[in-house]
Structure formats: C-alpha cells, structure tokens
C-alpha cells in the first residue's frame, strides 16, 4: 500500500495496488470532500472475457464445459445453470438418481468454496493478519483444519466430476459416468470428519469481533418448495417478488457503468442483494436441524443483516452441505444410465442455481439444430455491485474519522465480506481514497 499527501490542497489519497484474498482484480476509489463521503466507485477495469460471444454459433452441448472455465472456484455453478437452460429448451427433464448426483456435486463445490473462503480468505482479518500464511505461523491446526475441509469438498468433485477443477463429466441430460455406490464409499468417513469440523466452525467465527452494521437488504435467491435451493425452483425476493425463472428479465435489468467493465443490476429498479445471506435468510426453514441448531447456538437468526457476520452464515451452509452429502450418499442407487437422450429443439432456455456467492442466470437461444445463436450469463457479483457501493459509503461515513490506513484495511475487510469472484463478473481491486 501506498500513501500520499498534498498538504496544499488538503487532498488525501491512498491507493492499494491490489486487494488481497478475493479472486480478481479492480478498483476502490473514494472521495471524501469536507468530511463527508461524496464518491464510491468499485472500478472493474480488467478486460471483459467475451464469454457469451464465444457461445454464439457453438453446439448446445458445448457451454457446460466452456462455461465451466469462467471461475475456477464456482465452475459447477456455470455447469448446472447453462445445463439446466439448454434442457428447458429442450423439454427434458432429468431422473431422480442423476440430480441427486448433480447436487452432490455441488455440494462438493460449497463444501471447497466456503472453506477457502472462510478460513483462509476471511478469517485472517478478524484475528488481525495479513493473510493464511501469517495466521498459520500461530495457529497451524487452524489452517489445517481448512485445508483438510477444502480437500474434502475438492474430493467430491473429483468422484462426480473426474476432477476439482473445471469438472469433465457433466453433460446436457446428466452425466458422462456416474459412480456406483462402492466408488462414493470412501468419502463417508471424511464428510463424517467434515460435518463435525464444519460445526467446530460455526461455533469458532461466532466468537470473533463483528462491528455494528446492519443493512435493510433486498434479499433475492432461488426457493424450492422441497430442499435448500441449488437448482430449480422459483426467483423470490424479502419483499414480495416471486416469479418462475423463465420470466428473470422481466424483472431484473443489466446496465452499463461506463467506469466498469462488469455489468450491473437492478431488480424493478431497485437494488439488491444476492449470495449466502440471502439465501439462509430466504430458506431457513429448508435447513436441516442440524444447522439450525449451529445457527441458533451461533446467535444469529432466521435472517441475518449484518455483511461482516456473512462469515457465520457460510458456515452454517457448510453444516448443511456435509449433512446433505452424507444423506445422499446414504440413499444413492445407481441409475441404470448415466444420462437421458437430449435433442435439440428451437427455442429459448432459462436456467439458474446457486453459486456459493448467489443467484448465476443463463439463457440461451438455439435452433433447430442445436447451434446456439445468442448467449447471456449473469453471474451473483455483478449483481452485488451497487449494494456492495451502497454498503461501503454506509460504512465509510460511520467510520470516516480513522486514519487513511486503518480505513483502508477496514475498506478491504468490508469488501471481503461478499466474498467476491471477480473472474466471473469480470474482475478487481484496487483502492484509492480522496479526500479534499
């Protein structure tokens, strides 16, 4: 971190190359003129990726594994959501067995990614260190513990998907091989070990220091009438929205910030927000006991408005993403075919799931013979944007007094509280702070 001072003109600016511990690259730029904040802008200036172009004119087949390389931390998100929308188009369906596998694998995916997240991206700023590294000279079996409950995730996707990163197996229609029952044995055990780390884990951010800083958030996350959602079900909002996924643009809108190379969104006009909090707060009553249980001895409650204790809602989705894994495990027959017949039809499809970080849309338009002829994704932290501004001019008024350089860290920690994937809303963070 750099700082400078123009005494002169009583400018004060401190700029931060890169934001440590999120996944991307950008900007913060803040002025604060006469001891009032007049300008938050989370800059993304990393060159946009063109993902929807290279979809236009590829096989309907084809965007579960191109989509797949957006993130490669949330790469079964883009799988499921672009999987989905080509099978709404194509008026198919899939059997009971094979989304039962698709969800653990994306259990697998929530398991990796909120350990990492957690422990190894979040935790640090609460205790006061600079990164993982520095927190595991001090506390080893903490980390540990982190990289043994990421390692536990990435298995899952190892045995669904053929590997952690950027899964293979995944097709229009199901999978290309699904496991029998023996090949997922040997994950009991350790989801077994993982159920009991995930709940040490809520009980050990429960402790940690969170400041005073509830929002009154718009919360916007799937709803399935029968499960916690990852797929399926319907668009609902805290405020009354409640629409079929298919009719997603008729309520929310992208627009362009010239200073971003990430879209932005609105919902009827209005912000919102996306992601864990959103979700718990929407389905608790779909948790299983276990974590609400975790949840309630935590102190928090049904609905959580305060970002920084985000931290505690991503563990009490890891409670219920081992307790669900194990669950299918327990029930897991295997399907007599590892996929069903998909043909293409013209036609629009819609699909969505829930990314670790919120709500991942994709539609897409194909013809007849299944070339696909446009593309859209919108990805939970493009969505986040104009909340996440919201919430740092909320925060930096409270705290504007601080020095520039207990602000700035305070800035960053916030910011981390969204646990944003930049790669996929194309990207961040650098931060500048002006103050006249």
Request: with cysteine; glycine share 6%.
């Amino acid at each position: 971190m750099a700082a400078t001072k123009t005494g002169k003109t009583g400018t004060r600016k401190i700029e931060v190359p890169a934001l440590a511990r999120v996944e991307g690259e950008g900007g913060l730029y803040v002025k604060m003129t006469n001891g009032k904040v007049s300008d938050v802008r989370v800059n993304i200036y990393e060159p946009p990726r063109f993902f929807e172009a290279f979809l236009q004119g590829r096989n309907f087949t084809e965007p579960v594994d191109i989509t797949a390389r957006i993130c490669g931390i949330c790469p079964v998100a883009y799988q499921t959501s672009s999987a989905r929308a080509m099978e709404a188009v194509c008026k198919v369906d899939i059997p009971a067995p094979i989304r039962a596998l698709r969800r653990l694998l994306y259990l697998g995916e929530y398991i990796e990614s909120h350990a990492l997240h957690v422990y190894l991206l979040h935790v640090p700023d609460f205790l006061g260190y600079e990164s993982a590294i520095h927190v595991a000279a001090d506390h080893p079996d903490v980390v540990k513990k982190a990289l043994k409950l990421k390692k536990i995730g990435n298995d899952i996707m190892v045995a669904l998907g053929g590997r952690e990163i950027h899964p293979i197996n995944m097709r229009v229609g199901g999978f290309y091989k699904v496991p029998s029952k023996k090949d997922l044995k040997p994950l009991v055990e350790n989801l077994k070990w993982a159920l009991e780390a995930s709940l040490e884990t809520v009980k050990f951010v429960s402790k940690l220091p969170f400041p005073d800083f509830e929002q009154d958030y718009e919360f916007v996350s799937l709803r399935h009438p029968d499960e916690y959602p990852l797929f399926d079900g319907r668009v609902v909002s805290s405020k009354g929205l409640d629409i079929a996924i298919k009719d997603y643009e008729k309520h929310f809108v992208e627009y362009h910030e010239q200073r971003s190379n990430a879209l932005h969104s609105k919902l009827d006009g209005r912000n919102y927000f996306v992601g864990p909090m959103a979700r718990y707060a929407l389905n608790f009553d779909k948790l299983p006991k276990v974590a609400q249980q975790a949840a309630k001895e935590a102190g928090i409650g049904p609905v959580v408005r305060n970002p920084f204790q985000s931290v505690i809602v991503r563990s009490v989705e890891t409670v219920w993403a081992c307790d669900e894994a194990l669950k299918i495990i327990a029930d897991y027959e295997m399907p007599d075919r590892p996929s069903v017949d998909v043909q293409p039809k013209a036609g629009v499809g819609c699909g969505a799931s829930e990314a670790p970080r919120g709500i991942l849309y994709h539609r897409y338009t194909i013809d007849s013979k299944g070339v696909i002829k446009n593309a859209k994704i919108t990805p939970p932290t493009a969505q986040n944007l104009p909340t996440i501004e919201n919430d740092l001019r909320q925060f930096i008024t409270a705290n504007i007094s601080l020095p520039d350089d207990k602000l700035t860290w305070q800035c960053e920690q916030a910011i981390r509280n969204y646990d944003p994937c930049i790669s996929c809303a194309t990207h961040f963070l650098k931060m500048e702070i002006d103050r006249s």
